[in-house]
């Protein structure tokens, strides 16, 4: 049996209604789903925010043993109440008939002037599933840091964006001191942190 096949067993009588479409899309969904203990819920009304998906990739440079990591204002951490500037790994939003390491790679060099090389895939994560479509799929990427660095980003996008060349273990304890608060820097970060030795070695 096939996934969505599977799925009209456990989720029924499900309506979908967009409620404001913009950059962004919102969705109103009402259904009725399984309970654990097999009953059926009553009609569930839930809002959806439908932000599309992301390519995510942590450029490392094994010879180095160091870490390009980004720095842009993030409107969402401001309307929270939190810092705004975020230090966070290179990312950008996945746009039709493209793959993920397609856009790793494009916003690589839009972001940070980084040609990758070697990439290893991190997994696909959703973000904020409790709320909103968005995955994540992320990477770690080879790259030479010598020459990197600077003020980045696309002027028609208005983006403004400082690249900066981290020793990992600085990174890392900015990870742990909470300065990277980001989960688009946090679990990269922490994957890279589980496999330096390794890529160091196949990567050097």
């Not at 067993?9 to 979908?16: M, T």
């Not at 770690?140 to 208005?158: K, P, Q, T």
Request: with cysteine; net charge negative.
């Amino acid at each position: 049996m096939n996934r969505s096949m599977e799925l009209k067993h456990r989720v029924r009588n499900v309506q979908c209604t967009t409620s404001f479409k913009g950059y962004f899309q919102v969705d109103e969904y009402i259904l009725e789903h399984r309970t654990h203990e097999g009953d059926w819920t009553p009609p569930i009304r839930r809002e959806v925010f439908d932000r599309g998906h992301v390519a995510v990739v942590l450029p490392y440079d094994p010879w180095q043993d160091a870490v390009v990591l980004v720095e842009q204002f993030r409107i969402g951490a401001y309307a929270a109440g939190l810092e705004p500037w975020l230090t966070e790994a290179v990312a950008g939003t996945i746009e039709p008939g493209e793959s993920a390491e397609e856009v790793a790679r494009r916003e690589a060099m839009e972001e940070a002037g980084c040609v990758l090389t070697l990439m290893e895939s991190i997994g696909t994560m959703l973000m904020s599933p409790g709320s909103c479509t968005e995955t994540a799929t992320m990477f770690c990427a080879r790259v030479d840091s010598r020459e990197l660095g600077g003020i980045h980003g696309l002027a028609h996008e208005d983006e403004d964006i400082e690249a900066r060349v981290v020793p990992l273990d600085e990174a890392l304890e900015q990870l742990e001191s909470g300065h990277i608060s980001n989960g688009y820097a946090v679990i990269p970060l922490q994957w890279l942190a589980l496999n330096r030795a390794r890529l160091r070695t196949i990567w050097s």
